[in-house]
């Protein structure tokens, strides 16, 4: 424990801090066998899941444009008698 490069040990009030050398990560490890795949995997679960509510809020906004537009339109026959 600490006697190679990168494994090098501070004990500071019982906590253990680790540190790794800059030249011994490995910034891309196992993002395309490990990442990709869980990334996929919460986009198809945040797809299915938002979906279904944007799809709900749109059709209702339409429904709601389309009735407004059709209760203020004035009928044929409605004010003919007016003088």
Known sequence: MGRHF??????KSQQI???LSPFEQR????????G?????RRMTYALFRGVPIICATF??????????LRTIKKLPGQFDNDV
């Open 17 to 19: 801090h680790w540190t």
């Open 59 to 68: 059709y209702l906004i339409n429904w709601g444009d389309k009735e407004g």
């Open 6 to 11: 990168g494994g090098l040990k501070v004990m």
């Open 36 to 40: 990709f795949p869980k990334g996929v």
């Open 27 to 34: 910034a891309f490890a196992g993002f395309f066998s490990v």
